[in-house]
Nanobody, 121 residues
Framework: QLQASGGGLVQAGESLRLSCAAS????????IGWFRQVPGKEREGVSC??????YYDDSVKGRFTISSDNAKNTVYLEMNSLKPEDTAVYYC??????????????????WGQGTLVTVSS
């Protein structure tokens, strides 16, 4: 089970940290990522940790940082310099096997509930 938290309402330029806590399986043995979705659009990859490599979508490079705490079995997404276009429901996901682009949500079978991030201008 994955439990995402940390969303909220912030103003442009501010920061938020999302957390994704796992129970029942160790995250350090999985590919794990953060994805986001706005109504009417497809879910898109934001950032992930895959085979020890960190991946970021171009839209968040330099602003977002993904990290993990294996002792807490938790993955974080530090989001800085937030923009209104970052507004979305953010989901964390995990899977033992990713056979392609790890930012593509199709590879992930285990999903947490979403947490809403709203960035006002």
């Amino acid at each position: 089970q994955l439990q995402a938290s940390g969303g909220g309402l912030v103003q442009a330029g501010e920061s938020l940290r999302l957390s994704c806590a796992a129970s029942g399986f160790p995250l350090d043995r999985l590919h794990i990522g953060w994805f986001r979705q706005v109504p009417g659009k497809e879910r898109e990859g934001v950032s992930c940790i895959s085979d020890g490599t960190l991946y970021y979508d171009d839209s968040v490079k330099g602003r977002f940082t993904i990290s993990s705490d294996n002792a807490k079995n938790t993955v974080y997404l530090e989001m800085n310099s937030l923009k209104p276009e970052d507004t979305a429901v953010y989901y964390c996901a995990a899977d033992p096997i990713v056979a392609g682009n790890p930012l593509n949500p199709i590879w992930y079978d285990y999903w947490g509930q979403g947490t809403l991030v709203t960035v006002s201008s």
